[in-house]
């Protein structure tokens, strides 16, 4: 893939797009962890739980959009 076909795929530029995943990985692990599990984790334990829900979803929206826009 191109680095153009590669930023539609994206969603945009692939390092701005990995520090938004990072950022949203970080935050839904947060949500969870607020809602059952304990409170104070470690930063990289917040990241892994998030990503193991945004991580999917994104590829999936992904893959159904096709490289549209």
Do not use: D, H, Q
């Amino acid at each position: 893939m191109s680095n153009g076909a590669m930023g539609k795929f994206l969603g945009g530029p692939p390092l701005l797009e990995e520090e938004r995943l990072l950022l949203l990985c970080v935050l839904v692990g947060f949500i969870l962890s607020a809602m059952g599990f304990e409170a104070i984790w470690w930063m990289w334990r917040y990241f892994l739980l998030g990503a193991v829900i945004v991580i999917p979803i994104w590829l999936i929206v992904r893959l159904a959009k096709g490289g549209r826009t």
